[in-house]
């Protein structure tokens, strides 16, 4: 781990720590806004030899996990989701990501798909970041090659999720 995401990461922390919660993560999303803007640590965590969802911290005291994500097509599937008992922070790093937010229409359960409908649908560019705290739905779109930065609550590859569809 390079000296830039580690001190990052140790910010992280630090913010984490001293207001846990929505307005800790908040706090968190801002320095990832302004981290987006310095191309060595963007190119620390998500660069040429980036996987589609690579691991590049995972805070061994409260979780968190930081993820670089490259795409190199358009990905128009991605369902409508939220992240579980968890919390994520999407920040772009290049191209564009299209969001929708949806609002649930009817609750999700084991082996049945809840229902949303859409409320709003917005862009995000390189330097945006995004909060989506438990329970927020969303959906992303690429129409193109796209670098993110995520930063989730916990590791989401140990959580089953359930499903949602657009009413």
């Not at 191309?39 to 620390?44: G, L």
């Not at 691991?55 to 989701?81: K, M, Q, S, T, W």
């Not at 922070?89 to 049945?112: F, N, S």
């Not at 709003?120 to 560019?125: L, N, P, T």
């Amino acid at each position: 781990m390079g000296t830039r995401l580690e001190q990052f990461a140790a910010e992280c922390r630090r913010l984490l720590q001293a207001e846990p919660g929505p307005a800790g993560r908040k706090r968190v999303c801002e320095l990832l806004s302004a981290s987006l803007r310095d191309a060595a640590f963007v190119e620390e965590v998500v660069n040429d030899a980036t996987s589609e969802r690579q691991l590049a911290y995972e805070d061994a005291e409260l979780g968190f996990c930081i993820f670089g994500h490259r795409y190199d097509h358009a990905r128009a599937d991605v369902p409508p989701h939220d992240h579980g008992p968890s919390w994520a922070i999407y920040g772009q790093a290049r191209g564009e990501t299209k969001m929708t937010d949806y609002a649930l229409v009817e609750p999700a359960a084991p082996g049945k798909a809840g229902k949303v409908r859409a409320t709003r649908s917005y862009a995000i560019g390189p330097g945006d970041a995004y909060l989506y705290n438990e329970g927020d739905l969303h959906a992303p779109l690429r129409e193109g090659p796209t670098r993110l930065v995520r930063i989730e609550g916990t590791n989401m590859d140990r959580i089953e999720r359930l499903k949602f569809a657009a009413a």
